[in-house]
C-alpha cells in the first residue's frame, strides 16, 4: 500500500502564473499547485492534499473543493471525492493546499483528521487474476515524493 499522506507543509517559493492575472504557482514538496493570487506567501504553513487522494463529501463541502474533484467511489456511491492533477491555463496543479488553522508542526500526518483514503482503480476486465504465489512483489512505489527523495 501506498505511503500516499495528507500532511502539513511549508510553502517553498511562488512565482507568477504566465497564463493568468489571479493566478499564482506554489511550489510545495518539489512540485507545483495553482492557487489564487495573494493568498499565500513563502514560508507559511499549509496542508497539502495530493493526486489521487479521496475526500469524504463532507470534508469537501467544508473546503469548498467538491466542484473540483473528480468522480469516484464513495461508500459505494459515485461522487466526487478525487484529488486529481489537472491544467489550469496550460500550467500542471498535482493537488491542492489549503489554509493551516490549527499550529501543527511541518510534517504532521492529517490524513485521519480529514478522513483521507488513497484512491485504488477499479479492476479492468483483463486484470482479474490474483498475484501468482511463487512470484513476490518486490516493487511496491508508494508516490513521486519517495522516489526522488523530496519527502521527510
Not at 493570487?37 to 504553513?45: A, I, L
Not at 504532521?108 to 479492476?123: I, S
Not at 498475484?131 to 523530496?150: E, L, T
Request: charged share 25%.
Amino acid at each position: 500500500m501506498s505511503d500516499m499522506k495528507i500532511t502539513v507543509e511549508k510553502v517553498e517559493a511562488i512565482e507568477p502564473h504566465p497564463n493568468a492575472d489571479r493566478l499564482e504557482i506554489i511550489k510545495i514538496l518539489g512540485t507545483q499547485c495553482i492557487e489564487p493570487m495573494g493568498k499565500y506567501q513563502v514560508g507559511d504553513k499549509v496542508i497539502y492534499f495530493p493526486p489521487d487522494m479521496l475526500l469524504p463529501p463532507d470534508v469537501s463541502a467544508d473546503l469548498g473543493v467538491t466542484s473540483y474533484l473528480k468522480h469516484a467511489r464513495w461508500e459505494d456511491e459515485k461522487i466526487q471525492c478525487r484529488v486529481s492533477a489537472c491544467r489550469l491555463r496550460g500550467e500542471p496543479s498535482y493537488g491542492f493546499i489549503s489554509p493551516l488553522w490549527v499550529d501543527w508542526a511541518v510534517g504532521n500526518d492529517l490524513t485521519e483528521v480529514y478522513e483521507g483514503r488513497k484512491y485504488v482503480p477499479p479492476p479492468l476486465p483483463g486484470d482479474q487474476a490474483q498475484p501468482h504465489v511463487d512470484f513476490p512483489c518486490y516493487a511496491d512505489i508508494p508516490n513521486y515524493w519517495i522516489i526522488s527523495g523530496n519527502c521527510q
